[in-house]
């Protein structure tokens, strides 16, 4: 059988909540949560379109690899679609740009976009979408494939109003990206549905059912991208954010061996995100896990060499 190429996962932006930029956060870098998975071919598959996607923005159309775009939306907050009105690749007649996304409380994706252009926004007129733009709308659950290649599938995770975690998968690399969740305990039920869901079958059938379905949608991938934007200490549980524990005991779990720890913390500076990894680290040594902090512009191969 002929081998795929492994995929490179490639952080564009990496800051959760908003963007920031200080003296002190050079390191890790402050745009928001953008990240790109190439697999080789000829599209660019990209997940949120935060201020991290100014990274990828005004490539030239002319390289076919540039020409059709994927952008998955975790969900609509800021963080995760900020720059995606400043796509200058919108403006350009031959890009063919699809954009996957649930609906935000039965409002479409696309009208939610058009909202990111409302009068007032910008301070030029609307500019012109030349590109071809489809809009792609996802069920929790859902699972699809991209040019018949790349296999995405979906989980509705603990965080509020309806935020999808991704799985990538292509060939015999693999990756689960998941921006913003917080466990569920003691009746945070965050999502869109959640909380009818608890009521339907009870409180505590619903979170083992919710934490059961998040270890096997995650059993299996190479590395898992996940939200660490608090610590133990100043965790709050309805903000809908995780910890490094909580990561590291989710990859034990679903038996995954590289974790990155992602969302930082617009708070936190260069000194406390790489004391947050040496900590991570020590948890992790005895599950042979190994924990990387997300960095802006860093690459890293899905498949060992
Ligand atoms: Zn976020
Ligand atoms: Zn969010």
Sequence with gaps: MKKTHPAILKFHGVRGSRPIHHTEMTAYGGNSTCLEIDTGMDLTLVIDGGTGLQHLSGRSADHPKHKKIHILVTHTHWDHVLFLPFLKQLTHPHCDIHIHAPEVDGIPFSDLFEMLFAHGRLPIPRPAIKAKLTFHKLIP??????????RIDTFQVNHQHTTLGYKISHGESSVAVIT?????SNGNHLGKGMPERATEIG??????EYGDG???????????VFDTHFNAKNIKPDWGHA???????????AGIKRLFMFHHAPEDNDCKVALKQMHARSLALKFGIEVINAREEDQWPLISA
């Design 243 to 253: 910890t490094p524990e909580i990561a590291i005991d989710i990859c034990a779990r």
């Design 214 to 224: 998040l270890i096997a949608f995650l059993r299996g991938v190479h590395s898992l």
């Design 180 to 184: 913003d969740a917080s466990v569920i």
């Design 203 to 208: 409180k505590e059938a619903f979170e083992k």
């Design 141 to 150: 659950g859902q699972n699809f494939l991209i040019e018949g290649k790349i």
